[in-house]
């Protein structure tokens, strides 16, 4: 009888070998595992292994399209391989993945002389949670005409699930709209020219990306986190003299930030 390597009688061994592997492991695990003919194991393995970075670098690239339009397609290939090694995929579903990547690309050594690359990935991410975010009715300024002017300080709401807010000290908007479709293609962007908090939503069929004013991305957290309408004013007018409270109102409503409104208990 030929003999069997004891790794081939525990499938879920070699199913952990093989991924290992596709992920820049060695292949000598598998060796007398996998077919050993004219291509050879690790041969046959290395194209897996090719073939699958190749699939998850595409992926990141599909998700993160500005990413890779601003450090080129070498860079990119380098950042995606060393990713893919360390974050394989934890969904079979690839517009998924890359949840991790704008953290691995602020740790990333070869991008320290880009550190507002981090922060468009964020963005970039924001944008894909909000595509495929769960459906919600976005609250209007008409629903909330039976509150009382004097209720409105007692107002709590429910964020609508595809909001996002991602804050930078860098003009992240600024960097991530110059790629789009509908860009000036002359258009350039001063990194010196301050910090960006953008707001993320897809009240519809489409995703809108917003530039927030003074004090609003603060305002947004605050009733993300339970507070009433007026707790949630007081604070931001505290840590921004320039808030605008009736301006960042009409945002929430136009913008599909809210899904839900309730009164909270008088005091």
């Not at 909330?144 to 003009?171: C, K």
Request: hydrophobic share 45%; charged share 20%.
């Amino acid at each position: 009888m030929p003999h069997t390597p004891k790794l081939a009688r525990n499938l879920a061994a070699v199913q952990t070998a093989v991924r290992d592997t596709v992920l820049g492991a060695s292949a000598d695990r598998l060796k007398g595992v996998v077919a050993d003919d004219r291509l050879g194991y690790a041969r046959r393995l290395n194209v897996y292994r090719n073939n699958t970075t190749i699939l998850l670098r595409e992926a990141l690239a599909a998700n993160f399209p500005v990413i890779h339009a601003l450090v080129g397609e070498d860079f990119f290939a380098n950042l995606a391989r060393a990713f893919v090694r360390t974050h394989p995929p934890q969904s079979p579903c690839l517009f998924e993945y890359g949840d991790d990547f704008p953290g691995f690309i602020e740790d990333f050594t070869g991008a320290r002389d880009l550190p507002y690359l981090a922060d468009v990935a964020r963005l970039e991410w924001a944008w894909v949670e909000a595509h495929h975010a769960d459906d919600a009715p976005a609250l209007n300024a008409e629903q909330l005409s039976s509150v009382l002017p004097e209720d409105y300080g007692r107002l709590i709401f429910a964020i609508h699930p595809a909001a996002r807010v991602i804050a930078s000290p860098y003009p992240i908007h600024a960097i991530w709209a110059m790629h789009q479709a509908d860009a000036d293609p002359d258009a350039t962007v001063d990194l010196n020219q301050g910090g960006e908090a953008v707001l993320v939503t897809r009240p519809g069929a489409h995703v809108r990306v917003t530039v927030l004013g003074p004090g609003e991305d603060g305002f947004i957290h605050n009733l993300a986190d339970g507070e009433t309408l007026g707790d949630a004013f007081a604070n931001a007018q505290a840590k921004a003299d320039n808030f605008d409270a009736a301006h960042a109102l009409t945002l929430l409503l136009t913008q599909g930030v809210l899904s839900a409104h309730a009164l909270t208990e008088q005091t």
